[in-house]
């Protein structure tokens, strides 16, 4: 037995080996550098993170890009899980749903970005149907704000809260509903006291991957957002243009540190935590 | 609760006129009409794709009937959503709610009936003594074992005292021994509560055990429905003779009828069978007997009440309580014969040469 499982770890190993070294060499190396600059550049000293602590610009980004990425996150989730319920109940729907929800995977960000521009510019197809069905009288100001943002977000990353909580929806038992409705649970009961309690696992795994994924979001807030909502991201941007590598550095090992605090907090609650245990069934 | 079925009395009866479900796939109903007593144990019995299944979905209201009428205590149901039934119902992969303990999950159906607390706690407590589980309310349903988790379903479909409990396959995922332990309790369940029970089961032996009586379906229809006993002793078609115990069946042609009694020509002797119809003479039949009611005949006493056949013994297995004989008779047709052993009866060898014997009133024309 012992020399088959030392088999099939050998086998596995030789498996994973060539990705890890790709990670190591083209990911690992140049991350940790990045994040060594910030301590030793141009000498040794945490001078920058102390200097940090008292930078309003700074403050004032990070909560601006957290904001940014809960409201992102409640948006999506508030329209993702209806359409990720009609994913697993309609059984006619369902393959156009998941092409619809695909769709934009297979697009690029960037012409995603110009395409809600077009949208929802001064003179965009948004404001023009608007002004000519005469519920309007002067274009509304929607691009360059902190809203179009949000619609461009919630937009590219809904694929990421959809399908996880659709895989979650995908695993309750479907006897467990016929259970609760035989037990004398009306439907919209049941929703809430059997399938959505089952399908927070999916909820928080989708959750916490469009909140991650905000936090780093760069093209589209750039493009679609207004001269005063800067994220981090946009930030250290802006640095690296001056050539201020140091204080880019800083700011991207805090920016990574946020999101694997998150990533770890989310692990631990109790519930959750079972949603990010992959088994190798 | 204006709106619920009536829950006065101990059992419901349930009404089932010319019940149809079409189906692309297996499982139709075609056709099935049932009168089932208030506090009788009635079971569904029959193959996979019998469509038993569906006629007890369609009880509960999960199936909707393509044709027919279901009432219970005389009102129709048909219209009614499950949620407004008031039906107890355990399903075979038990259905516990995995984010709820064993006591949320019993008291869920009185959470649903706006039972308060109180008083839910202590109902809850019952079910649990009722199902052999005191203690357990505050674990979770994935920390106890096949067997206790379909306990925990039962006590949940009990709990709130519906008039009718509906069982599909309850205890197919078992083990032997456990089955039989809880088959026992539920026949006990049954004779507390008088409520009424109806259960859907593929194991005939189950079924015999525990039903008061059994409705045997085949393609979507009941083939036969009786106590256990007449379907038995009468199977009224090849099938339910095939399908309830082990049966074996003779070609024979019909002579004439001496009363309620047919006399036929079967393999070079005259064998007598009850028979439910007035066939005519020369009709080709099947007559059925069971293999544990033939014996080897010694001497010849003939009689009207005994019917007896020449046959070659083909194989003889000795299977401890009892001895399994292989027979061929005259035209080949082969036979099963079960002997209970006994180291004063003597054992057939292969090849030999006997006379068996069984009783006119072991003998069914189908």
Known sequence: MSSSASLRTTTGILLVAPLVIYMVVLYALPVASMLLRSLNDPTWSIDRYKELMSDTVFFNTLSNTLYTAVIVTLGSLVLGYPVALALVRSKRLAPLILVVVLLPFWTSVLVRSYAWMVLLGRHGLINEALMSSGLIDRPLRILNTPLAVYIGMIHILLPYMILPIANALRQIDPSLARAASGLGSPPWKTFLQVTLPLSVPGVAAGGLLVFVLSLGFYITPAMLGGPRDITLSMLIANQVDQLNWAYAACLSTVLLATALIIIVVCRRLPGIGSAFKMSAR | ?366
């Open chain 2, 1 to 366: 609760m204006r709106d619920t079925v009536s829950s006065t009395g101990r059992g419901a009866s349930v009404s089932l006129a010319g019940l149809e479900k079409s189906y692309e796939r297996v499982g139709a109903v075609n056709g099935v009409s049932l009168d089932i007593r208030s506090g009788e144990f009635l079971t569904l019995l029959g193959p996979s794709g019998s469509g038993k299944t569906t006629t007890l979905m369609m009880i509960a209201g999960f199936e909707q009937p393509t044709k027919g009428d279901i009432a219970i205590d005389g009102i129709s149901v048909v219209a009614m959503p499950p949620h407004k039934r008031n039906i107890g119902m355990v399903f075979q992969n038990y259905a516990l709610f995995p984010h709820l303990t064993v006591a949320e999950n019993i008291g869920f159906p009185l959470k649903q009936r706006g039972v308060p607390k109180a008083e839910r706690t202590k109902l809850v407590g019952e079910a649990l003594e009722l199902v052999h589980l005191p203690g357990y309310g505050g674990r979770y349903p994935r920390q106890l074992s096949g067997g206790q988790q379909q306990r925990v379903a039962l006590a949940r479909a009990i709990v709130f005292q519906p008039r009718l409990l509906l069982m599909d396959e309850p205890l197919g995922a078992l083990d032997k021994q456990l089955r039989e332990n809880l088959q026992l309790e539920m026949r006990r369940l049954h004779a507390d509560l008088g409520i009424t029970f109806i259960y859907v089961t593929h194991d005939q032996e189950e079924a015999l055990t525990m039903s008061d009586r059994i409705a045997v379906m085949n393609d979507g229809l009941v083939a036969q429905i009786g106590s256990p006993e007449d379907l038995y002793d009468r199977p009224c078609n090849r099938f339910v003779a095939g399908f309830i115990g082990e049966s074996n069946f003779l070609p024979a042609t019909v002579r004439g009828m001496e009363g309620d009694i047919v006399v036929a020509d079967c393999q070079g002797a005259v064998v007598r069978a009850l028979c439910p119809g007035r066939p005519g003479s020369g009709a080709q039949v099947t007559l059925t007997t069971r293999p544990e009611r033939l014996r080897f005949a010694n001497g010849a006493h003939d009689s009207a009440t005994v019917n007896r056949m020449s046959v070659t013994v083909t194989e003889a297995v000795f299977a401890g309580e009892r001895c399994r004989y292989m027979l061929q008779a005259a035209d080949g047709t082969s036979m099963v014969l079960k002997e209970p052993s006994s180291a004063a009866i003597r054992r057939r060898t292969v090849g030999e040469q006997a006379e068996i014997a069984w009783s006119v009133a072991d003998t069914i024309l189908v």
